[in-house]
């Protein structure tokens, strides 16, 4: 069960980013959606979904990584502190 829930932590913001994507490329084909009232708020909307989801699920990863000690030196964990 608990595999199951860190699955949906990880793909509800891998959607959001999709979204984001979605709505930055809607912006330049001139593709206003409705309750946006123009087209430079709708980029940078997708642009904040976009980053926001995919620093969380690039921090997660690291997270993962440095907890099992699979990164580089300069990234791991310093000892007694």
């Known amino acids: 069960m608990s595999r199951i829930l860190a699955l949906l932590i990880m793909v509800f913001p891998g959607v959001l980013a999709a979204y984001g994507i979605k709505l930055m490329r809607d912006m330049t084909f001139g593709i206003l ?25 690039a921090g997660f990863i690291f997270y993962r990584d440095r907890k099992r000690n699979k990164v580089q030196k300069r990234f791991s964990k310093k000892s007694g502190t």
């Open 33 to 57: 959606h409705a309750p946006i009232p123009n087209l430079f708020l709708q980029f940078t909307l997708g642009l904040i979904l976009f980053l926001g989801g995919l620093s969380f699920v």
